[in-house]
């Protein structure tokens, strides 16, 4: 278990073909893998320097805020997880891009390609252009969901806990509150880890929409940005007119009851 993760040096095409598990691979093809052919864990998930790096944050969080005043979310939490996330963003964000705006015009190009007037070189090629789009898709939000998902998770998570063991360890039976340590996540932090996985979709679903709007405006012109406007007028005025319909609903139902 001595041997450095090859996922700490491996490159955007490493990553992008998994080249960087190929060794393991090829060695468990050819006999049974022990946990001495495993390397270390990778760098960015290791306990070791993440529970470090925790305590450190929390000391100047405590340092830094008022009596009672630590932020356990703004000190430790993000500043431990915050590279990761933003890293698995903007894959999430390029994935949604592609998804809304390359294939769809990429699409379009190689469909109208396929008149016989179209030389079939410019078929061909718009086939690839889609494939490698699609690819590259698929890949982004594989990568994006991963970084920000899990791997962020999973340090700020490694962190928390380190400094729930510390907080667990000086306490004493029976004392009270010791102050703003007892703002650590407790037993909720499990469920809040799973609830912050859904947190990276909302990136892909914004750059989804902004590019979904911009390809319907570049395709379908003042119309098509007339039937949004139209859309999302009677989404916000359906709202406030399904509240009164119901108090309307209660009323008409007391005054049945009544007569």
């Known amino acids: 278990m001595s041997r450095r993760n090859p996922a ?32 270390q864990a990778p760098k ?78 410019r078929g061909l090629a718009l086939a690839g252009a889609l494939a490698v789009s699609l690819l590259l898709e698929t890949w982004s939000k594989t990568q994006g969901l991963h970084l920000s998902g899990d791997i962020a998770i999973i340090r700020a998570c490694s962190g928390v806990m380190q400094l729930v063991t510390l907080k667990a360890g000086r306490l004493r039976t029976g004392s009270g509150s010791e102050g703003s340590e007892q703002t650590l996540l407790g037993k909720d932090m499990i469920g809040a880890a799973e609830f912050a996985r859904f947190l990276p979709m909302l990136v892909i679903c914004f750059s989804s929409l902004v590019g979904g709007l911009v ?8 119309s098509g940005g007339v039937g949004v406007l139209v859309m999302f007028s009677t989404l916000l005025i359906s709202v406030p007119v399904g509240r009164k319909a119901k108090g309307w609903q209660v009323r008409m139902r007391q005054t049945s009851a009544n007569t």
């Open 215 to 222: 390809v319907l405006f570049v395709t379908a012109g003042l």
């Open 44 to 121: 960015r998930i290791r306990s070791d320097p993440l529970h470090a790096q925790a305590e450190a944050l929390w000391a100047a969080e405590l340092a830094r805020a008022a009596p009672g005043q630590a932020r356990v979310v703004s000190g430790v939490l993000w500043p431990i997880a915050r590279s990761s996330f933003l890293e698995g963003s903007v894959l999430l964000f390029l994935s949604g891009v592609l998804n809304a705006v390359s294939r769809p015009l990429l699409l379009q190009a190689a469909i109208r390609a396929m008149s016989p007037d179209v030389p079939i070189g």
């Open 8 to 39: 700490d040096d491996s490159w955007l095409f490493s990553r992008l073909v998994l080249g960087w598990v190929t060794p393991i691979a090829v060695r468990g093809a050819f006999k049974p893998i022990t946990p001495e052919d495993l390397p």
